[in-house]
């Protein structure tokens, strides 16, 4: 299988404050994972690739100091929205791509998803 | 012009009727496609993937490739009520290294009525 969990699935935050999100890979290692946001009735926006033991590489006019993300494991991503505005209101979604050997295929799975609602 | 296009929709078929879905893309290097559902308020998931030209079954989807003509298609045979959702083309454009970026077209959007 190739099975990805997000948590949390759902927060609700006030203004100001930071959120984390967590990407795991449950029965695979991954190398590289993604962060996506998607608004209502858009398709996915690749926001940034996460790499294990280096920086993430966002995408343009994603910033990066304000999406932290942190890949300390072959399964585990982190991504942090820090201070959190209502227009940060969004469906966040991660995906990975299961390693074969030494590389990874390109093939991502995908989480089930956060919904950040920025108050 | 967009790297990877599909048809909004809604498409609309009757239960039991093949659903045809389709997309192009405009990187000619481009080795791996892929189709996502997804289901409003959910995550996509992976439905298959395809590589080289021609026709790859599983199930009742049939994904088709054409490289020549930059197009790859989605076919549903039987198509269930439950197939109702927004159906998500994916191009590697990098040649299908390890790096893995996935290009998304914007969705077409099924509706199977029994």
């Known amino acids: 299988g190739a099975v990805v969990s997000q948590h949390p699935s759902r927060v609700i935050c006030k203004s100001g404050t930071s959120v984390k999100i967590e990407c795991r890979s449950l029965d695979f290692q991954a190398t590289t994972m993604f962060w996506y946001r998607q608004f209502p009735k858009q398709s996915l926006m690749l926001m940034a690739t996460s790499n294990e033991g280096s920086k993430a590489t966002y995408e343009q006019g994603v910033e990066k100091d304000k999406f932290l993300i942190n890949h300390a494991s072959l399964t585990l991503s982190t991504l942090t929205v820090t201070s959190a505005h209502p227009e940060d209101s969004s469906f966040y979604i991660c995906?990975?791509?299961?390693?074969?050997?030494?590389?990874?295929?390109?093939?991502?799975?995908f989480g089930p998803g956060t919904r950040l609602t920025v108050l | 012009q967009k790297e990877v296009e599909q048809n909004s929709g809604p498409l609309s078929v009757p239960e039991g009727a093949i659903a045809s879905l389709n997309c192009t893309y405009s990187d000619r290097v481009s080795q791996s496609f892929f189709w996502y559902r997804q289901y409003s308020g959910k995550s996509p998931e992976l439905i298959m993937s395809?590589?080289?030209?021609g026709d790859k079954e599983d199930g009742r989807f049939t994904a088709q490739l054409n490289k020549a003509s930059q197009y790859v298609s989605l076919l549903i045979r039987d198509s269930q009520p439950s197939d109702s959702a927004t159906y998500l083309c994916a191009v590697n454009p990098a040649g299908g290294t390890s790096y893995g970026k996935l290009t998304f077209g914007q969705g077409t959007i099924l509706t199977v009525h029994p």
């Open positions: 395809i590589y080289s030209n």
């Open positions: 995906s990975a791509s299961k390693m074969t050997g030494t590389s990874n295929t390109d093939t991502q799975y």
